[in-house]
């Protein structure tokens, strides 16, 4: 009868640790999402509105990464590094207010540059800052390149490539060598 309840017991203990080790879980999981979306505004992700001044979209999204001149406005860019396939663009007109905000790495921005006409200044007020750059002295072309989520589905890397003088030669967009489990392996 002991070993019956020994039994009992222990089924019934797991099965509370289970609950206990679920509800703590799921509590942890919720602060730590509650943590984490407290904290989009730091990542330039902020709730920010066409009309509203420039200190208060400062005072929301934090300091720029970049600040760039377009004509009498100006763009406050907000780069969050390789990994997270986002910079946003705070586009602030001549009185001081915001005009638009928008995540710039993207296909229909990226075909805003211009093969033979844009230069590095362009791509800059186009697309921010790039995520690498390298140099291919074979063909004398200088890449940057932005790791980017193309159409929401795709993890793409484009590379904008720049002649001597500056000005851009080719666009190149392939997978993301970041985030391709095949990369670097051979393929048969």
């Known amino acids: 009868m002991e070993a019956g309840y020994l039994l009992i017991r222990h089924f019934l203990l797991e099965k509370m640790m289970k609950r206990y080790f679920h509800v703590m879980a799921?509590?942890?999981?919720?602060?730590?999402?509650?943590?984490?979306?407290?904290?989009?505004?730091?990542?330039?992700?902020?709730?920010?509105?066409?009309?509203?001044?420039?200190?208060?979209?400062?005072?929301?999204?934090?300091?720029?990464?970049?600040?760039?001149?377009?004509?009498?406005?100006?763009?406050?860019?907000?780069?969050r590094g390789r990994m997270t396939q986002a910079t946003h663009m705070a586009r602030i007109g001549a009185d001081g207010k915001l005009v638009s905000y928008e995540q710039v790495l993207t296909v229909q921005k990226f075909a805003e540059i211009k093969v033979g006409e844009a230069d590095k200044a362009a791509v800059l007020r186009i697309v921010g800052q790039p995520h690498e750059k390298d140099y291919y002295p074979r063909t004398e072309l200088e890449a940057w390149s932005y790791g980017f989520k193309e159409s929401g589905a795709w993890d793409s890397f484009m590379s904008v490539y720049f002649d001597k003088g500056g000005i851009v030669r080719k666009l190149e967009n392939g997978p993301d060598p970041l985030r391709d489990p095949s990369f670097g392996r051979r393929h048969r």
């Open 26 to 79: 799921t509590g942890l999981f919720g602060a730590a999402l509650a943590v984490s979306l407290s904290s989009c505004a730091s990542w330039g992700v902020g709730t920010i509105h066409p009309g509203e001044p420039e200190d208060q979209v400062r005072a929301e999204l934090g300091t720029p990464t970049n600040v760039y001149q377009d004509g009498d406005q100006h763009l406050l860019e907000y780069s």
